[in-house]
Every structure is written in C-alpha cells, then in structure tokens.
C-alpha cells in the first residue's frame, strides 16, 4: 500500500517554520551571546574556578535526567547496506516503524572522513571566543537558521540554556558553491567539512530510494518530493564535560524536522537518547556506524506509519562529546 500525504506539518514548539529568506550561510549559537552575563558552555567548562553549573543552566526538576535510570537499547537496529535491496527494504520498514531510529554499516563512507570531520568540529570550537565572535548570531526569527537550545521555566519564565554549543551551516548536495561560505579556520575546517558532504550526499540519495520503496511508492518519490532546491542544513554540535550532569541537558527532548537526519557522533561516548513509550535508552554509536533518523516530515509523508522518534543528549562528567547531523527536507513546507 502507498502512503501519501497532502498534509502540511503542523508548526512544532520548538522551531519556527515560516518561510524566511537566509541573510547568512552559516551561524553559531553561543549562549553567552544571548544573555551578555553568561560565559560560553566551553568557558564555563575550562574555568577552574566552578565546581556546580551556574543557576542559568540547571533545568526545571520535570526536565532533569533520571541518569540513574537510563536503559542500554541494544536493540536499536543495524542496517548492513551490503545486503540485498529487497533485504534493506523490509529493514528499513521495520526500523522506522518501530523506532524511528537504525544505525548504519558498510555505509562507503571511509572512516577517516567522518573522524577528521569530528576532530575539525572539535578544534573550531576550541577556537579563542575572539576567533568565533564574528559568528555568533541570535537572529535566527529572521531566517530560521538558528534554533535556540533553552527550556522556559514556566515559574520564572527565565530561559534556562543547554551545555552545548551548535554550528549550523547550509550544503547542497549537487551545487557545492557553499563550501567556499564555510569558515576558514581551522584551516582544514572548507576541506573536511567539503568532502564529507560530497561523499554523504549519495548515500542519502540511496536511503531516500529505499524509504520511498519501503512505502510502497516509486524509487524516486521523496527524492521527487523535495525537488531541485531542497533545504538542507548541517549542524556540528560540542558537548564538554559537564559538572553536573544530573541538573542540565546538553539538548532538551525534541523531534527533528525535516524527513532524514543522518549522524556521526563521537565512539564510546554516551550521550544520544532516544524516547521509547516512556523510556528513555542510550544509543551509543557502533564503531563506523552511522546513526539515521525519521524526521516530522517523513513521519507526514507516511500518514503516521513511520515514526519521528523523540530523542535528547545528556552529558557527563569526564568526556566531551562531538557530532555532526546531515539534515534533508523540503523548502519551506510539504508542496501541495
């Protein structure tokens, strides 16, 4: 049976949907840039002096993380892209309808590509906040680029920040003209970034094929879908040690919006959790696995059948953590 859907999505608590023109390529969230006071999540991080997290980061009690109470999903799927088609077909149906998440092997995408781009994004956000300042943007009601990691607290109605930092940029999977926007220190940061792009693109040609024909639709629907212009976006994310992880959230409870969210994360790191019913379950990414998720637009596109599964990061004491999400959907709204 075909799913298709004419319904637009509906607007979401967290991100703004309405059509805006971009006024840049690229952005970084920096907290310490929306309240003046406030140090970056990296500062507070190296600064010798702290040993709690500043009241502007400690999130309201019902949206603590119980990380004693954390379950290992062991049994998220893994997708072997050597197989069959008619194999990753059935698999993939069964993974986005019941989890809205796999991860990814024998994917051809070379293993030093996705650990150089986790080693760049590492080092920019290690660079001198006087390097990043030229950067830093809070506008993002003006062009949707930017979204804004907080929790209100309905007490206070004071926006309590996440323990991360997030850069997002644009790409585009044949017009590679957006490499050249990209920043220029580090200085490897165009080439890495570039590269990874160019040789992930395909691939997720590749799953939007097998999606579409896991829906029953032609090969070539969603590809179709989003058309010659599709908005893709790309967001590298940092997460230094935290010294209080019970108290904060390095990104709160969310869905994704777009239809495929495609992600390298630092191995051996905990930190992605995914809701299942009520629980919540630590996706640790298997060494050379990508993680894939269903996103709003695709979970509208199936008529509800495949799943936007919500997902959160949580930090720790000890390790920083690294990803970079590859994100594809429409332009602006699901076309009529």
């Not at 049976?1 to 979401?12: E, F, N, Q, T």
């Not at 956000?125 to 809070?138: Q, R």
């Not at 957006?178 to 920043?183: A, V, Y």
Request: charged content about 20%.
């Amino acid at each position: 049976m075909a799913y298709i859907s004419r319904i637009l999505i509906r607007p979401s608590l967290f991100y703004n949907f309405a059509p805006q023109q971009p006024k840049q390529l690229f952005y970084l969230q920096n907290y310490s840039n929306l309240v003046p006071s406030m140090k970056s999540t990296f500062q507070w991080a190296n600064d010798p002096t702290p040993l709690s997290l500043a009241p502007k980061f400690i999130v309201p009690n019902q949206n603590k993380p119980n990380l004693t109470n954390i379950h290992k999903l062991d049994s998220i799927p893994i997708i072997d892209m050597n197989n069959n088609n008619e194999a990753l077909i059935d698999e993939i149906s069964k993974a986005c309808e019941e989890y809205g998440f796999f991860q990814l092997i024998n994917h051809g995408i070379p293993k030093k590509s996705y650990n150089n781009v986790l080693q760049i994004i590492t080092e920019f956000f290690h660079l001198p906040y006087e390097v990043k300042v030229d950067m830093l943007s809070t506008k993002h009601r003006e062009d949707g680029k930017i979204f804004k990691y907080y929790i209100r607290d309905q007490e206070t109605m004071e926006n309590i920040y996440m323990w991360g930092e997030a850069f997002y940029h644009t790409w585009h999977p044949i017009d590679h003209s957006f490499i050249q926007n990209l920043p220029s220190n580090p200085p490897r940061y165009r080439e890495i970034i570039g590269a990874y792009i160019k040789e992930i693109a395909p691939l997720i040609t590749k799953l939007l094929s097998l999606i579409s024909q896991s829906l029953g639709l032609d090969k070539d629907y969603l590809q179709n879908r989003i058309g010659e212009n599709p908005q893709c976006t790309s967001q590298a994310n940092y997460y230094p040690p935290c010294p209080n992880p019970e108290l904060t959230l390095g990104l709160r409870d969310h869905t994704d919006l777009k239809i495929l969210t495609v992600l390298v994360a630092d191995e051996g790191v905990p930190g992605l959790q995914v809701l299942k019913g009520d629980t919540w379950f630590d996706v640790d990414p298997l060494p050379g696995a990508l993680i894939v998720n269903v996103a709003d637009q695709l979970q509208v596109l199936s008529n509800g059948k495949y799943k936007s599964a919500c997902h959160r990061v949580v930090t720790n004491k000890v390790n920083k953590r690294s990803s970079f999400g590859i994100f594809i959907g429409h332009e602006e709204q699901l076309p009529k």
